[in-house]
């Protein structure tokens, strides 16, 4: 799928090493939240957590019977890795300047697997909560990324953005199979081209540095 950069009306922006440089350590995360899941019962001991995301973790654990009790236990185990990587959160490279190009000419959406409130926390400690029109944590997506969840919740929230008006960017293959699933170009930031393409995700486009990002908008 291929943007018209003419008629771009929306980005939606993953946060994590996107837009901010998180210390989040997404490993420790995932071993404990996959410890949890095991020693709950609801995944086996022998999974490959190294071929999952903490996220596809969840998906898996739902499918084997995952009680809300259960996954609101595992997401204050996430969110306590949030917290805290988010402390000392600082912006990527150009994360300013092309947010102040972009903010009044376009709606910006911020679609993140983090709880609403580390999210809202990064962004306030960073300066740049008031450049977005929306913020999307995982509380207010149906399923986490890679599911299209918060990107379909973004296309609903602004009727007034063209369906084909819509443009990602981020840094993981998840952020690319939402993108893609929800029917957005997605623009990958940074990372490998053959790691997003062992994952099924096709790019619009490669970036290496964020003001990259306005050639095509």
Known sequence: MRANVNTVQGIVFDMDNTLLQSHIDFQAMKREVAGYLIDSGVLSASISIADHTTSTLLERAKAQGLTDEMYDAAMRIAQKHE??????????????ELLSTLAGK????????????????????????????????????QAMKP???????????????????????????????????AGIPFISYGGSQEALSDKGVQAFAHIQHLLELLAYV
């Open 83 to 96: 917290v805290a990587g988010m402390e000392e959160a600082g912006l990527e490279t150009g994360a300013r």
């Open 106 to 141: 376009y709606t910006l959406v911020i679609v993140t697997n983090n709880s609403y409130q580390a999210a809202r926390h990064a962004l306030e400690i960073t300066q740049i909560d008031h450049f977005f029109d929306l913020v999307i944590g995982r509380e207010q997506m």
């Open 147 to 181: 599911s299209p969840s918060g990107y379909l919740a973004a296309k609903r929230q602004f009727p007034q953005v063209q369906e084909e008006a819509w443009l990602s960017i981020g840094d993981s293959w998840i952020d690319g199979r939402a993108s893609m699933e």
